[in-house]
């Protein structure tokens, strides 16, 4: 089974760039797959169309088989996306972001009030559940984001360049929390442009240039080439 199914996708922008050129990119459920690339390379575009916040121009997507253009619906409860801008409401309390995250799922508010426990304690975030978010440090708005993609339990979880801006004592956290999340089962997506993240964590590396991908295959063969 794939968690992850890209056919020929393409990508033009209303301005005529063209972002993608043919895409073709498949990840096993389970993988910790890295999509390596110089900054505008396509990975934002690329991570974008999978989960339906940007339109694809052609190409097929199915993520763990529903299709992106029949399945909506479906596919997008698959999904948890971690986007590198902080896009909650500054005002909200931790807690209420959460809960409301849950509830756009249909999540009861007692079910939803327990993940949330769940993963607050498991970020060192449970102090500050009653605090407004624009009153978290950068490091903590960044765990914030990935509790809240969490909350519907998604198979696949996608982050964008998780650890930009990111110290390296949280990145170490935040790598061991993922690694613990990939174990458990849920498969994983990131984006970065450094190597050296991909290979901490990644079992498998997909490199973009120029929106295309250039190289597909797991990070030990890539290692062993270097
Ligand atoms: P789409 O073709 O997916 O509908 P648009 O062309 O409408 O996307 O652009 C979406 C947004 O991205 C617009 O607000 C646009 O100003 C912004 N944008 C335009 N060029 C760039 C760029 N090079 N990098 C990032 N964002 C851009
Ligand atoms: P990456 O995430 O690898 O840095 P992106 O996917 O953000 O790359 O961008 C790929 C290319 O598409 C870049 O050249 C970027 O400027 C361009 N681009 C991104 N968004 C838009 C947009 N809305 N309109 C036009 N061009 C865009």
Known sequence: ??????KGLTKQYKNGFKALHGIDLCVKEGDFYALLGHNGAGKSTTIGIIS??????SGQVKV???????QLGLLKQQIGLVPQEFNFNQFEKVLDILANQAGYYGIERSE???????????LDLWDKRN?????????MKRRLMIARALMHKPRLLILDEP???????LRRTMWTFLRELNEQGTTIILTTHYLEEAEMLCRHIGIIQQGRLVVDMPMKDLLAKL
Do not use: C, H, P
């Open 1 to 6: 089974m794939y968690a992850l199914e890209i």
């Open 112 to 122: 939803a009030e327990k993940r949330a426990e769940v993963w607050l304690k498991k």
């Open 163 to 169: 650890t930009a801006g990111v110290d390296i004592e």
């Open 64 to 70: 763990f088989g529903y299709d992106l253009d029949s």
């Open 52 to 57: 339906s916040l940007i339109n694809k121009t």
């Open 131 to 139: 605090q407004q978010a624009m009153r978290l440090s950068g490091g």
